[in-house]
């Protein structure tokens, strides 16, 4: 293997994802399956995508910041803590910690779903499915509001520097601190308004994804909410690896957020639900709620294979 890190954190949006939530269950016996189970898991995966060169195949295993110390009491990434849930009004973010999550991705479902299914069944006893999400591409990467999504990710090297941790952590490095949040949109609503409405909304053109000039974007557009700067005018980044997801019962957006650092993310969802130094919160969420959050991180595989 020639990269440490896991394929899914930094790899470019794929056609289909299931998302696999899970809980770790209390028999005897439990963490050690898992222990091996994950320390197993690079191989597992690089053996997968050997055998389904045409899949693009990806996998993000991450580890719940609860469920951290029963899987490895010997050490925790420095700065993983609980999901900092937020409400302000009838914005809200709570936390619904989850023990294990597992992001698969490809360009074909099947590919999804055979690891998925390989991932259930060696886990079975071990843990409980809680939550079981289909995310796919929409459209040309889009959001179910109708906006391109992603457009101002960090890209090339980029993308490595804002989400892995590197040095300041060297036992943990290639690693990378996950958030996870299910929205769920309010479409009737947000279909309701005029073009104009939602492209304020989020300081972007719909059709052609054109940024407004700074100057003619609201204090609560989404974009204006969520570029942040420090003190020194440096950008605070997080990248995103966020999908749709939608069935007759409901729809919106399996919200992801990959960092060095997990204060990137806490910075941008404060900033969204408590709004400005004059409570000027974001727009979106008059359209969308989050309906669970969870703070996870995702070690390097160097680091999983020494678990088993
Ligand atoms: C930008 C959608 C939640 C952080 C965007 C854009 C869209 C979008 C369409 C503009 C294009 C782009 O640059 O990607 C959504 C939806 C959300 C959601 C539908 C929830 C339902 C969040 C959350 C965060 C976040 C929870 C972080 C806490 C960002 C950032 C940008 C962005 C950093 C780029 C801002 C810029 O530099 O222009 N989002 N987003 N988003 N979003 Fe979100």
Redesign the pocket.
């Known amino acids: 293997m020639d990269q440490d890190y896991q394929s899914g954190v930094i790899a470019p949006q794929n056609r289909d994802a299931l998302f696999l939530c899970f809980n770790g269950n209390h028999e005897p016996g439990s963490e050690q399956q898992v222990r091996a189970f994950l320390g197993g898991l690079p191989q597992k995966v690089e053996a997968l995508r050997a055998r389904l060169p045409e899949t693009d195949l990806h996998l993000t295993a991450a580890i719940g910041s609860a469920y951290w110390d029963r899987i490895c009491p010997e050490e925790r990434p420095a700065l993983l803590r609980p999901f900092p849930a937020l409400e302000k009004g009838a914005r809200v ?1 709570p936390s619904t910690p989850i023990d294990l999550l597992f992001i698969v991705r490809a360009d074909q479902y099947d590919a999804c779903f055979e690891l998925s299914r390989e991932i259930e069944q060696a886990l079975q006893g071990a843990v409980t499915l809680v939550d079981e999400v289909h995310g796919f591409r929409y459209l040309d990467s ?4 109708g ?7 960090p890209e090339g090297d980029d993308r490595l520097d804002v989400a892995l941790v590197g040095d300041e952590d060297p036992q943990f490095a290639g690693g990378s601190y996950l ?1 996870l ?1 299910r ?1 769920e ?1 309010d479409l009737s609503a947000w279909n309701r308004q005029s073009l104009k409405e939602q492209e304020d909304t ?3 053109t719909k059709a052609d ?1 054109i ?1 407004y000039p700074s100057a003619e974007k609201s204090p609560h557009a ?3 909410r ?3 700067k420090r003190p020194d005018g440096s ?1 605070i ?2 990248l ?1 690896q ?1 999908m749709p997801y939608g069935d007759a019962a409901r729809k ?2 399996m ?1 992801v ?1 990959l960092c060095r650092t997990p204060e990137n ?5 404060k ?2 639900v408590e709004g400005d130094e004059e409570g000027r919160a ?1 727009r ?2 008059q359209f ?1 709620r ?1 309906v669970s959050g969870a703070a996870f991180f995702v070690p390097a595989n160097s680091w999983l294979q020494r678990l088993g």
């Open positions: 973010a889009r959001d179910l509001t906006f391109v999504d992603g457009t101002e990710n958030h949040q929205y949109h989020y300081g972007r994804n940024e989404h974009t204006k969520t570029s942040l950008s980044e997080i995103r966020s919106g957006l919200f957020s993310f806490e910075l941008m969802l900033s969204m974001d979106i969420l969308t989050a």
